[in-house]
T-cell receptor, first 116, second 110 residues
Framework: DTGVSQDPRHKITKRGQNVTFRCDPI?????LYWYRQTLGQGPEFLTY????????KSRLLSDRFSAERPKGSFSTLEIQRTEQGDSAMYLC??????????????FGPGTRLTVL | KQEVTQIPAALSVPEGENLVLNCSFT??????LQWFRQDPGKGLTSLLL?????REQTSGRLNASLDKSSGRSTLYIAASQPGDSATYLC?????????FGKGTMLLVSP
């Protein structure tokens, strides 16, 4: 098992374009999380899935953002009509959560997005 | 809403010093607390996880403590080395998500 992987590692795009990021969690982890981190700040929660179900979304996740985890394995995060304010590091994490307890999240290397 | 504060924001020490990083949180109803390390432009590496029923965890030169009632945690680094230079993030774990502080940027000079 190689840990959480994210692709691409870096993405440069022009304002108004759509971008899609992929996250592959640790195999058999049932939870997958997306966070966004801007310069000088800690990561901020965006959304998470348990298997294929999206259970929670932050108000940071505007209607230009959509996340999917169609088969309960990998996940994609799409940003439509990108804005310069979307420039950030997008981090993915996964965990194996038994019911009724908290868990340890393992983070991927992140995708750094730059919107010109 | 949970808020996490880390002090200091930045710290510069000579190699060999022992140091303490501080983390405070506003809502004591937490499951766990986790300390991470982040190198520039990289993802997060988990250092220590303290469950809410525990008071401390140790790994090598690192020791983390947790006082839920006062909403505080500390990360103690013994005999610091230049390779310890990084940003250290504290995260409070609720039922489903992590709430992070802004981090402490540590520089250890040879």
């Amino acid at each position: 098992d190689t840990g959480v992987s994210q692709d691409p590692r870096h993405k440069i795009t022009k304002r108004g374009q759509n971008v899609t990021f992929r996250c592959d969690p640790i195999s058999e982890h049932n939870r997958l999380y997306w966070y966004r981190q801007t310069l000088g700040q800690g990561p901020e929660f965006l959304t998470y899935f348990q298997n294929e179900a999206q259970l929670e979304k932050s108000r940071l996740l505007s209607d230009r953002f959509s996340a999917e985890r169609p088969k309960g394995s990998f996940s994609t995060l799409e940003i439509q009509r990108t804005e310069q304010g979307d420039s950030a590091m997008y981090l993915c994490a996964s965990s194996l959560r038994p019911s009724g307890s908290s868990d340890t999240q393992y983070f991927g290397p992140g995708t750094r997005l730059t919107v010109l | 809403k949970q808020e996490v504060t880390q002090i200091p924001a930045a710290l510069s020490v000579p190699e060999g010093e022992n140091l303490v990083l501080n983390c405070s949180f506003t809502d004591s109803a937490i499951y766990n607390l986790q300390w991470f390390r982040q190198d520039p432009g990289k993802g997060l590496t988990s250092l220590l996880l303290i469950q809410s029923s525990q008071r401390e965890q140790t790994s090598g030169r690192l020791n983390a403590s947790l006082d839920k009632s006062s909403g505080r945690s500390t990360l103690y680094i013994a005999a610091s080395q230049p390779g310890d230079s990084a940003t250290y993030l504290c995260a409070v774990i609720g039922y489903s998500t992590l709430t992070f502080g802004k981090g402490t940027m540590l520089l250890v000079s040879p």
